[in-house]
């Protein structure tokens, strides 16, 4: 009983260091790295970074990805991937406990983590048509799955369609779901994870009016829905959607007057909508064509912006004032995205199957 309990007590202290403190403990002896391996304090650990609001790094992409830890933003430092990018880089399809989905220019993409480094390539499927993707946990089935939206007609009179394919660790082969009742209205952004869902803006099929339908994919059934979406008290020119908090939330710009930011508090239920500030021109340097949510600050009292995929900010909720952030080894343009540090492990069970497989399109 006090072997169970010291060592207990040794993974909730483990639980709360920083992922590159914890691949060096692994050498301290076999016990300990037997215990850092394991999943269940693997999972104590994310919990615990989560629920802390620590461990997370903020990466810059511009043609490399730069890297600084989220609580200090500096110093920003190169940042490796494991794909050929043949001089172009690599883009981010979207960042999921502590992993990354990337795709290079040829279309090679990867679930990669940037702690460990560890990675797995996905099968090769050649999208020559347009289409956006998105990355999530299937917390059902405990996976990872990558989705990608190919566009495939509305051109010449023809009826715009679509087609849904889906790729996880543990399938390792991509596979057509059903379609979605909405099509792409490019350029879109890449679908954005919460509450074990995707979720993109898109174009109703039926009504090309319909222009700002939030529409999620549930990762565990993988069917779609609509979102219910705020009240907005003006006309909207542009509707993004992003992840704050680990609760959905929508960028609702009106122009170059107003940008307001909206957290769905509970998720699926429209009353829960709530405005977390509202920023005006005169607010910010620039425009405000465009503004992506990434973190509270740890106090909760700040949210870091993305400004015009030019600078950073801090949006201080009390004194309802924004002041700019800059870092040495900042980027003069770039694309963000936060990243958790974890231990998240991509030795999973796969199937005997690879390639590209249609014989599990659900019927809708």
Known sequence: MKANLSLDLIADILSRLPVKHLLCLRC????????????DFINLHL??????????????????????????????AKLEHPLMSYNHGVEIQGSCNGLLCIRNIVEDM????????????????????????GFGHDPIADDYKVVKIIQLGGADGKPLESEVKVCSLKRNRWR????????????????????????WVLTQKLDLSEE?????????????????QPEYERMIYQLHVGVL?????????????????WVMKEYGVKESWTILFSLASEDVIGSLRFLKPLAYSRCGNQVLLEHDKINLFWYDLEKKKADDVWVPGMPFSYETEVCLQSLVSLNVKRRQQNGEDNRDIKKM
Request: overall charge neutral.
């Open 212 to 228: 700002n339908t939030i529409v999620a994919l549930d990762l565990a059934t993988e069917s779609f829905r609509e979102v219910p």
């Open 110 to 133: 990867a679930i990669w983590n940037p702690s460990t480094r560890k990675y797995q390539v996905l099968p090769f499927l050649n999208s020559c048509k347009g289409y956006v993707c």
């Open 28 to 39: 301290v002896s076999k016990l300990w790295r037997s215990l850092i391996d394991d999943p």
């Open 245 to 261: 908090g680990g609760c959905l939330c929508v960028v609702a710009n009106h122009g170059d007057a107003r940008v307001d930011l």
């Open 47 to 76: 919990r615990h970074s989560l629920d802390s609001r620590t461990n997370h790094t903020l990466i810059l992409k511009n043609t490399d990805l730069h890297t600084a830890d989220l609580a200090c933003l500096g110093p920003f």
């Open 176 to 199: 057509k779901i059903q379609d979605i009742p909405c099509v792409s209205s490019f350029p879109v952004a890449n679908g954005v994870f919460a509450s074990g869902a995707l979720h």
